[in-house]
C-alpha cells in the first residue's frame, strides 16, 4: 500500500520538474497539486486501510467505504485547487493526476 503511495509521490515531483523546465513555476505548481490531488487522499486510505488490518477490523464494507472517501476527497481538493490557485496551468494539472494515477502501471511495466 505504502509502495504505491511512494510511488504516486515520486512521479508528481518527476512531473512538477519536467512542468517547471517547459512550463515554468506555475505549471510546476499545478503539476504537484494535481499530484497531491492524488497523493494525499491515497495515504490517508492506505493508512485506514493499515490500521484496520492492524486492530483486525478490516471488511469489503470498510473498504468500500473507505474508497468512496478517498475519491471524494480527490473531488474537494480539485475543487479547491481550481478556486484558490489563480494561476493554474490546466494542461499541468492534468498531467499530474494522469502520471499520479498511472505510477503504478509504469512500475509493473518497467519490471515485467
Do not use: C
Not at 31 to 45: H, S, W
Amino acid at each position: 500500500m505504502f509502495r504505491a503511495v511512494f510511488h504516486q509521490s515520486v512521479a508528481t515531483l518527476i512531473v512538477a520538474a519536467l512542468a517547471l523546465l517547459l512550463i515554468g513555476r506555475h505549471g510546476a505548481v499545478s503539476a504537484g497539486l494535481g499530484g497531491a490531488a492524488i497523493v494525499v487522499p491515497n495515504l490517508f486510505f492506505a493508512l485506514s486501510l493499515w490500521a484496520a488490518a492492524k486492530s483486525g477490523r478490516a471488511s469489503v464494507g470498510r473498504f468500500f467505504v473507505g474508497e468512496f472517501i478517498k475519491v471524494a476527497a480527490t473531488l474537494a481538493l480539485l475543487v479547491i485547487v481550481a478556486g484558490a490557485y489563480r494561476d493554474l496551468h490546466w494542461l499541468a494539472l492534468l498531467a499530474g493526476m494522469f502520471v499520479a494515477l498511472k505510477a503504478n502501471l509504469f512500475v509493473i511495466l518497467t519490471k515485467a
